[in-house]
């Protein structure tokens, strides 16, 4: 009950701040914690990309750092999960499960439900569930999130760090998201960017529609090397306002 009196209270904060209704407000709070996402976890916890490629999610989250930011540890949260019949579930049925149920906050959800579906045979490490492969990464930079937004949406800016590749925007909403078709092919990247304070941002890569495991593996590899770079290049300029 406690739970679920907290969520009512966050509908209802929503409701003051938008004059949506209850089911409205409701319904985008679930909606918002529930999406898949490529947002990270805070800078310096094991959410950082691993040396190893396409690791699993109980690889790359510590035990001890899920306990401390949702109340469980991995045992805990897919016994949780079992008793609630989670693998006759969608991905988005889980996470909302957690969401409303279990007041886990929203990228946390999606980490739990992650874990939780390789853990029980539902997807492979870099697989979508429903058999398709992303890859992943992401870097904090000491710049202003608008900066490197624009790192990505100028086109000058981005050969400089992202030489010799086609990209073909499809949206970008400053300072957060960017979304592109990538060199000219079938798959896709989808570009986080959050505010970390006023003179630094996070940046979280999800590269989508991935043929399979090796090309996932590749591609992970690859994007770490270019926000390696990214970030090299911007804080070289000193560009810090």
Request: hydrophobic fraction near 40%; proline fraction near 4%; charged fraction near 25%.
């Amino acid at each position: 009950m406690t739970n679920q009196r907290s969520f009512k209270a966050r509908v209802r904060t929503r409701m003051a701040k938008t004059g949506e209704s209850y089911t409205t407000a409701r319904r985008q709070l679930i909606k918002r914690a529930t999406e898949p996402s490529a947002k990270p976890a805070t800078a310096g916890s094991t959410t950082e990309p691993s040396a190893e490629p396409a690791a699993a999610q109980t690889e790359r989250i510590a035990d001890d750092l899920l306990r401390a930011r949702t109340g469980r540890g991995w045992a805990e949260w897919f016994a949780l999960l079992d008793a609630a019949a989670a693998t006759e579930q969608t991905h988005t049925q889980i996470a909302r499960h957690l969401v409303v149920e279990h007041e886990v906050p929203g990228w946390w959800a999606q980490t739990i439900t992650v874990g939780y579906e390789q853990a029980r045979g539902l997807r492979a490490p870099g697989q979508r569930r429903g058999g398709g492969f992303e890859a992943n990464a992401s870097r904090t930079v000491a710049v202003p999130a608008a900066r490197l937004f624009a790192a990505f949406t100028d086109e000058t800016a981005r050969t400089s760090w992202l030489p010799d590749v086609e990209v073909r925007v499809r949206t970008a909403t400053a300072p957060r998201s960017f979304r592109a078709d990538w060199a000219g092919g079938p798959t896709r990247i989808v570009v986080g960017i959050e505010a970390v304070g006023a003179s630094k941002a996070r940046v979280s890569i999800l590269h989508e529609k991935l043929t399979g495991a090796e090309q996932a593996a590749e591609l992970k590899a690859y994007w770490r090397e270019r926000l390696a770079a990214l970030k090299a290049l911007l804080e070289a300029n000193g560009d810090h306002r």
